[in-house]
């Protein structure tokens, strides 16, 4: 669903961007250096795509006839590929201006949500002093630990990053080499990351990141870095790689919206939709992403 995704994603950011009057979302094109030989071959063989009604396109994978372009900031001896439609969500921009939007509006309690003390009428919930037809939980990994949802199939996902200046690299377009530099607003600032750990004692960043990220930033880059900030997160990941939305089939004054893993960004416009939709005019939700998906684990 890549296409449709994207292009809700695209006109939701800029819709949200407009509303908050800050930037939201950009288009960058990947540069993608081949970190070996069998990756630039499977680039290559993928180069030239059929699109549904049977045509050829190379629109989303392009072979980068200006193979030397990057050699004044980077070492690839195995070349280069470029994958078009790509975008950069500005979370760092979205989210503060979008709190503060709530905040001016009186419609942010910031302070922590007690499941416990929840209480679930037929046809209306019941929280401290308000009254509600529903919940919906976007609590991320939370709802791992929330009575009505922990029974549902979440895999938790590890990962690090780093946010590194690197002032004269050119911020029209994001790299690949394994790892991701992605330009982050204002100038010569880059988000470097990330890794994927399904083992992990604890949320926090750890020195063999660290060190396995920056030879790599010395071995990939030669003009100078500096690395400012090393930062660790969970990915609301689930075992088989689809999101949670729709409603309790149990309790329907409930509802969810989770389970995004490493695709938050750009599905979560596009679900938050369908999930308003289904509640205000009973539209239906894509059945793979339906929590209806898990009604016999839920009635449990
Ligand atoms: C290193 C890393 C790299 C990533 N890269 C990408 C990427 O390139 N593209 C992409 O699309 N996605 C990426 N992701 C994944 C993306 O960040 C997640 O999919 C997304 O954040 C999930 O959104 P969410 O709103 O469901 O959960 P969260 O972002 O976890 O938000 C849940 C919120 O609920 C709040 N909350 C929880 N419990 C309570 C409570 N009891 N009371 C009050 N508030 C509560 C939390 O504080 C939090 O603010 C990445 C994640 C990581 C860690």
Same mark, same amino acid.
């Given at each position: 669903?890549?296409?449709?995704?994207?292009?809700?994603?695209?006109?939701?950011?800029?819709?949200?961007?407009?509303?908050?009057?800050?930037?939201?979302?950009?288009?960058?094109?990947?540069?993608?250096?081949?970190?070996?030989?069998?990756?630039?071959?499977?680039?290559?063989?993928?180069?030239?795509?059929?699109?549904?009604?049977?045509?050829?396109?190379?629109?989303?994978?392009?072979?980068?006839?200006?193979?030397?372009?990057?050699?004044?900031?980077?070492?690839?001896?195995?070349?280069?590929?470029?994958?078009?439609?790509?975008?950069?969500?500005?979370?760092?921009?979205?989210?503060?201006?979008?709190?503060?939007?709530?905040?001016?509006?009186?419609?942010?309690?910031?302070?922590?949500?007690?499941?416990?003390?929840?209480?679930?009428?037929?046809?209306?919930?019941?929280?401290?002093?308000?009254?509600?037809?529903?919940?919906?939980?976007?609590?991320?990994?939370?709802?791992?630990?929330?009575? =009505?949802?922990? /029974?549902? &199939?979440?895999? %938790?996902?590890? #990962?690090?990053?780093?946010?590194?200046?690197?002032? $004269?690299?050119?911020?029209?377009?994001?790299?690949?080499?394994?790892?991701?530099?992605?330009?982050?607003?204002?100038?010569?600032?880059?988000?470097?990351?990330?890794?994927?750990?399904?083992?992990?004692?604890?949320?926090?960043?750890?020195?063999?990141?660290?060190?396995?990220?920056?030879?790599?930033?010395?071995?990939?880059?030669?003009?100078?870095?500096?690395?400012?900030?090393?930062?660790?997160?969970?990915?609301?990941?689930?075992?088989?790689?689809?999101? =949670?939305?729709? /409603?309790? &089939?149990?309790? %329907?004054?409930? #509802?969810?919206?989770?389970?995004?893993?490493?695709? $938050?960004?750009?599905?979560?416009?596009?679900?938050?939709?369908?999930?308003?939709?289904?509640?205000?005019?009973?539209?239906?939700?894509?059945?793979?992403?339906?929590?209806?998906?898990?009604?016999?684990?839920?009635?449990?």
């Amino acid at each position: 669903m890549a296409e449709e995704m994207l292009s809700f994603a695209w006109k939701a950011y800029n819709e949200i961007g407009y509303e908050l009057n800050t930037s939201c979302i950009s288009q960058k094109n990947l540069i993608d250096f081949f970190p070996n030989p069998h990756q630039r071959h499977v680039f290559m063989e993928r180069v030239v795509q059929r699109t549904p009604s049977g045509e050829e396109t190379d629109e989303y994978l392009h072979s980068y006839p200006e193979q030397n372009k990057f050699n004044p900031f980077f070492n690839y001896e195995l070349g280069c590929g470029e994958i078009r439609h790509c975008y950069i969500a500005h979370l760092e921009n979205l989210l503060p201006a979008w709190r503060q939007q709530l905040k001016n509006n009186d419609q942010l309690l910031e302070e922590d949500f007690e499941v416990a003390q929840l209480i679930i009428h037929e046809d209306a919930v019941e929280y401290k002093n308000i009254k509600a037809q529903k919940i919906i939980f976007c609590d991320g990994l939370s709802s791992f630990e929330n009575r =009505f949802f922990n /029974l549902l &199939p979440f895999a %938790p996902n590890k #990962g690090e990053m780093l946010i590194v200046e690197i002032p $004269g690299l050119p911020d029209h377009h994001i790299y690949k080499k394994g790892f991701v530099l992605a330009p982050l607003e204002g100038m010569g600032t880059f988000w470097f990351g990330s890794n994927y750990q399904w083992k992990f004692d604890n949320a926090e960043p750890t020195k063999e990141f660290y060190d396995q990220a920056e030879r790599h930033l010395k071995a990939w880059l030669k003009i100078s870095y500096k690395i400012v900030d090393h930062k660790a997160g969970l990915r609301p990941a689930t075992l088989e790689r689809r999101p =949670f939305v729709g /409603l309790h &089939p149990v309790h %329907p004054t409930i #509802g969810i919206l989770n389970g995004m893993g490493t695709k $938050g960004c750009s599905l979560a416009p596009f679900f938050a939709k369908q999930l308003a939709d289904h509640i205000i005019y009973n539209c239906p939700i894509t059945p793979e992403a339906d929590v209806k998906r898990f009604s016999k684990i839920l009635a449990r």
